[in-house]
């Protein structure tokens, strides 16, 4: 029966994204249903995708609302976190960051409003902020 089951397309994609933690969401207490869930594979009007930018292992800060104050808060944290701007049609999102390990610890879909929380979260996941040379 697991053989029937694992021959056919739907049953093999269950079972793999089931193993991959493709389904796993971490509660992370947020409003925002994309927070704990792993990054989306959004394409940006640039023709890359936000994967694309994390092969490095470092946080990404996603600014799609293209907002001078995320640039400023990315800063102090060079090194750790690399900052993506661009824009993405049709996204659900206008700014995000992605762990290293690619699940999503804070989101925001209608401008950059919450920059406190921002913040929060960045000293949470990348510690202390270290001052810009």
Request: proline share 3%; hydrophobic share 40%; no cysteine.
């Amino acid at each position: 029966m697991v053989t029937d089951f694992l021959g056919t397309r739907d049953g093999a994609t269950y079972f793999v994204k089931g193993i991959s933690s493709l389904w796993q969401l971490y509660d992370l207490g947020s409003e925002y249903p994309l927070v704990g869930a792993t990054m989306p594979n959004l394409w940006l009007n640039d023709e890359t995708r936000i994967s694309d930018y994390a092969h490095e292992g470092r946080s990404l800060l996603v600014d799609l609302a293209r907002d001078d104050r995320l640039a400023a808060l990315a800063r102090p944290y060079a090194g750790r976190l690399k900052l993506v701007r661009g824009r993405s049609d049709g996204a659900s999102v206008s700014s995000l960051l992605v762990r290293p390990d690619g699940f999503v610890a804070w989101t925001t879909t209608e401008g950059i409003s919450d920059l406190a929380g921002l913040e929060a979260v960045l000293t949470r996941w990348l510690g202390r902020q270290h001052k810009s040379r």
